[in-house]
């Protein structure tokens, strides 16, 4: 048997693991079609909050199959003849909230909000305040965090003004600014926004923005620009939401010499490096649609082709079995390159034992390349003579 010295040398986060599948629930759902910021997961169901004629909607669904509408009369979706539009939901303190959004008139232009409301069962809705101290706009990005919630970036036309401000707030009533200019470009109307680790995730698309980029950070504070280009980039109007520690992202669609619509499936777990899970999901190529984390299994609701509104619920698991799937990973310098000893192990029929004679279970090999798995991740090593 030969002696050998074995080293990491560079991290991979989990490349692998199986494949996925889409199982239709319904495709009968109404209201349908462009359902993208109007899904979420609270108290065990599915909720449908939509600024639908004629005065709103408010649905839920424990199953995904079968809807129930709730409230056929929203205050705030509804003034002198028209619809809120780019208003944005979360859950927070046990309660279903929405933040600002715009009635866009056809005379006169549209008139922008900074109110904040909230229910905690859908129908009876309570304003927590009429003038938030963040200033009044659409397509703002929403996540909640540490029993905080946070509101950033975001816009307003007519004139044309483009936010990167940061603010949160512990009751939904006062607002405190984290900070008025964060390192981003001012946001625009697709950027979007998940917590996973800890930490804020900001995406700023490739096609409304100069160029694509992803943004952490811990504080709201301090941001830090961790990729300019990804895979799948570029494209708009995707869906993304994260599980644990899993960001994903499905769908969207990019304009080549037409509009291109698509129906593949992505995550991460770091940002950096990207894995396909599908890249054909059973669902038709769409964006404008839902990715909600519900009862710990992934949802897609609605979307839009460009012809038509979608009507359709499907849900996943994610991956399953130890297929392996295609990966990418980013080369960026801010990512340091990991040198570890990990001390004397000798090799014998493709198998690793360490200096006691027994085999390390966690090592296997692929294709001439030695990886180790430890949790959740799985490092490429190389082995030395």
């Known amino acids: 048997m030969k002696k050998l010295f074995l080293f990491v040398i560079f991290c991979l986060p989990s490349i692998i693991f199986g494949e996925m599948r889409w199982y239709l629930v319904t495709n009968t759902l109404s209201p349908g079609g462009a359902l993208r910021n109007c899904i979420i997961s609270f108290n065990g169901y599915l909720w ?43 859950v927070f303190h046990n309660k279903i909230w929405s933040l600002g959004g715009a009635f866009y008139y056809q005379s006169g232009g549209p008139i922008y909000l900074n109110d904040v409301w909230y229910t905690v069962d859908g129908i009876n809705w309570i304003c927590a305040t009429e003038s938030a101290a963040w200033r009044s706009r659409g397509n703002a990005c929403v996540v909640v965090r540490n029993d905080t919630m946070w509101l950033m970036g975001g816009w307003r036309n007519n004139p044309s003004i483009l936010y990167n401000d940061v603010w949160y707030t512990t009751d939904g009533i006062t607002w405190i600014c984290a900070t008025d200019s964060a390192e981003w470009l001012p946001g625009w109307n697709y950027d979007i926004l998940v917590s996973s680790r800890g930490q804020f995730w900001l ?3 490739g096609l409304y923005y100069p160029t694509f980029e992803l943004w952490v ?32 992202v499905a769908g969207g669609s990019r ?20 894995i396909c899970a599908t890249d054909s999901a059973e669902w038709e190529g769409r964006d404008q649609h839902a990715l909600v984390v519900h009862n710990n299994l992934l949802w897609l609701i609605g979307g839009y082709n460009g012809i038509q509104g979608y009507r359709e619920v499907w849900y996943s698991t994610g991956l399953s079995g130890i297929e392996e799937k295609k990966f990418f990973t980013q080369s960026i310098t801010s990512v340091p390159t990991i040198f570890r000893s990990i001390s004397d192990f000798v090799i014998h029929q493709s198998n690793l034992f360490d200096i006691t004679g027994r085999k390390v279970n966690n090592l296997y090999l692929r294709r001439g390349v030695y990886f180790l798995k430890e949790k959740e991740y799985i490092q490429k090593v190389i082995l030395l003579k």
């Open 48 to 90: 449908n909050i939509t600024a639908t004629s004629p005065r709103g909607n408010v649905l839920r669904s424990a199953d995904g199959r079968t809807w129930v509408r709730v409230c056929d009369s929203i205050p705030w979706a509804y003034r002198a003849g028209e619809l809120r539009r780019d208003y944005r939901l979360c």
């Open 203 to 205: 995406f700023c698309d």
């Open 217 to 248: 950070s811990s504080d709201g504070i301090h941001w830090y620009r961790i990729a300019t280009s990804t895979p799948w980039t570029p494209r708009e109007n995707y869906a993304v939401t994260n599980r644990g520690d899993t960001i994903w």
């Open 255 to 274: 304009l080549d010499s037409t509009w291109i619509y698509l129906n593949d499936v992505w995550y991460t777990t770091d940002g950096i490096t990207w």
